[in-house]
Nanobody, 126 residues
Framework: QPQLVESGGGLVQPGASLRLSCAGFGRSLAYYNIGWFRQAPGKAREGVSCISHKEDKANYADSVKGRFTISRDNAQNTVYLQINGLTPEDAAVYYC???????????????????WGQGTHVTVSS
């Protein structure tokens, strides 16, 4: 059973940066679209970024463009999400997930993904 494990969350002040990691076990992430999603208390889970398996094409939600950067390191079987300029609105549990299908461009739709990590908490407070 493939697993995704997120790490890198924590408590930070507004304006700080974090790098979240999504490590794959039992699955080579290089062959999959990988998405990052977040869910704040009382809100629906939303997609923030994804990276396609082909040419590592990245997509971002409008709310995070210019501050979030997704990347992958195939040798480490890990996908990263660099977050800069954190605001209280970014506070959430961040999840990574792998696309259920191959050979398509990644989109930020939760229904496209079938393998999810357990999440990592990001708290932004002064």
């Amino acid at each position: 059973q493939p697993q995704l494990v997120e790490s890198g969350g924590g408590l930070v002040q507004p304006g700080a940066s974090l790098r979240l990691s999504c490590a794959g076990f039992g699955r080579s992430l290089a062959y999959y679209n990988i998405g990052w999603f977040r869910q704040a208390p009382g809100k629906a889970r939303e997609g923030v970024s994804c990276i396609s398996h082909k040419e590592d094409k990245a997509n971002y939600a409008d709310s995070v463009k210019g501050r979030f950067t997704i990347s992958r390191d195939n040798a480490q079987n890990t996908v990263y999400l660099q977050i800069n300029g954190l605001t209280p609105e970014d506070a959430a549990v961040y999840y990574c997930a792998s696309d259920r299908l191959l050979f398509r461009e990644c989109l930020l739709r939760t229904e496209d993904y079938d393998t999810w990590g357990q999440g990592t908490h990001v708290t932004v407070s002064s």
